[in-house]
């Protein structure tokens, strides 16, 4: 399939589930094992979830294969491989401490979006988990 034609179908069935801050890079500068890497943002694990979902079954209604998907259990990072497009499917601090952008974003791919894909979601502290040490 055209890599055109997979990315705007990919794209389509994040912002199907409202996927948010979605940005498309280029990188057959950088690695020959994918053409695209796509970054977005879910403010749940329940919508990391779906998205990655979404993101597969549009796959397989195109006849093209998941290679692999990462992270469902704790939905925190969802990375979908679809062979020549990489999603990774974050939850706001997540992608914000790996900065994934950094790394693959030198050659933004310019795609029209739904005005509420390019949002960014605000990000939430981190909470203390109980029983924990703060002086440590």
Do not use: C, F
């Given at each position: 399939m055209d890599i055109q034609k997979l990315q705007r179908a990919v794209l389509d069935a994040l912002e199907d589930v409202k996927a948010q801050d979605i940005k498309v890079f280029n990188t057959t500068h950088l690695t020959g094992l994918f053409d695209r890497v796509i970054i977005t943002s879910a403010s749940s694990n329940r919508q990391t979830r779906a998205l990655a979902k979404s993101v597969g079954d549009c796959a397989r209604e195109l006849g093209i294969p998941v290679l692999a998907?990462?992270?469902?259990?704790?939905?925190?990072?969802?990375?979908?491989?679809?062979?020549?497009?990489?999603?990774?499917?974050?939850?706001?601090?997540?992608?914000?401490?790996?900065?994934?952008?950094?790394?693959?974003?030198?050659?933004?791919?310019?795609?029209?979006?739904?005005?509420?894909?390019?949002?960014p979601v605000p990000i939430a502290p981190i909470q203390q988990r109980p029983g924990l040490d703060q002086d440590a």
């Open positions: 998907e990462e992270g469902l259990e704790t939905g925190e990072w969802v990375l979908v491989d679809l062979g020549d497009i990489v999603v990774h499917i974050m939850q706001p601090a997540i992608r914000q401490y790996y900065n994934l952008e950094e790394i693959w974003g030198d050659k933004p791919v310019q795609v029209k979006l739904l005005p509420e894909s390019t949002r």
